[in-house]
């Protein structure tokens, strides 16, 4: 019995799923306010209708009523049911500023202290090297890479499909304390490049377009959350990047401070 108001700040494309034998679909944003971010999903039809229909883009405010929270993850997610009311652009309600302090919950962590099963960790820090990103194709239903199966690429699950390029992009994370390798996959790519995802798949046929925008983004510093594997061959670890977490000036000095 939630009741949440927020500006939409990232929204995600429309995934179809299928799932226990039935076929669906669920729409993945971020809504944010002035006290930070969280991370919403919608799974009715009539919701998701309306942003195949371009009503909601980023920068809509929405007042959402009778939602729901899950953990994910170890992020909270607000879900939007067929028993959830949703009110577009409300009169009279205006959201400027939004924060960019992270209200899920993670373990903060030096890079130091790391373990190789550490989960939904956070650390602050700064990119000091920044990786040509590479892509795979993915089913547009499941998400999952398509494998060579035969003579075609094919999904498992859902058989021949016209594929999705999904973007990688491995950065080095540097704390004070040591380094580290992280990996983004989709949407944590573009936060990191600062580039919407049309603007993202533009560097697949034109990997020149990347070399100005490496200068933009090394020295950045960033709180990145995720988890941490051990990376066998190498003998050493490294996070896959659950969120990218935006860190504004007054924020940034009180982290340089701790």
């Not at 002035?34 to 942003?51: L, P, S």
């Not at 409300?90 to 993670?106: D, K, Q």
Request: charged share 30%; proline share 2%; aromatic share 6%.
């Amino acid at each position: 019995n939630i009741t949440l108001t927020g500006k939409i700040i990232k929204i995600d494309d429309v995934l179809t799923f299928h799932k226990q034998g039935r076929d669906g679909k669920l729409l993945r944003f971020i809504l944010g306010d002035e006290t930070g971010t969280m991370r919403c999903v919608f799974w009715d039809a009539k919701h998701i209708q309306e942003a195949e229909q371009g009503t909601l883009s980023e920068g809509t405010i929405l007042k959402i009523k009778n939602a729901y929270v899950r953990f994910n993850n170890g992020f909270k997610e607000l879900h939007v049911g067929n028993k959830s009311e949703i009110d577009i652009n409300p009169e009279g309600i205006e959201i400027h500023a939004v924060s960019s302090l992270p209200t899920f919950e993670f373990t903060k962590k030096k890079i130091i202290e790391l373990n190789d099963q550490d989960v939904n960790v956070g650390i602050f820090g700064t990119i000091v090297q920044v990786f040509e990103p590479r892509f795979y194709e993915a089913c547009p239903q499941c998400g999952k890479k398509l494998e060579i199966i035969g003579e075609a690429k094919r999904c498992r699950e859902h058989g021949s499909v016209t594929g999705n390029f999904v973007p990688i992009l491995n950065i080095s994370f540097d704390d004070g304390t040591d380094n580290l390798r992280a990996v983004a996959f989709r949407t944590q790519v573009e936060l990191l490049l600062g580039l919407s995802q049309e603007q993202v798949l533009e560097l697949k046929d034109n990997i020149g377009l990347f070399d100005s925008l490496r200068q933009k983004i090394l020295g950045k510093q960033l709180i990145l959350v995720g988890k941490i594997t051990k990376n066998e061959m190498f003998g050493r670890k490294e996070m896959t990047i659950q969120r990218v977490v935006e860190v504004k000036p007054e924020e940034l000095l009180q982290e340089l401070q701790r």
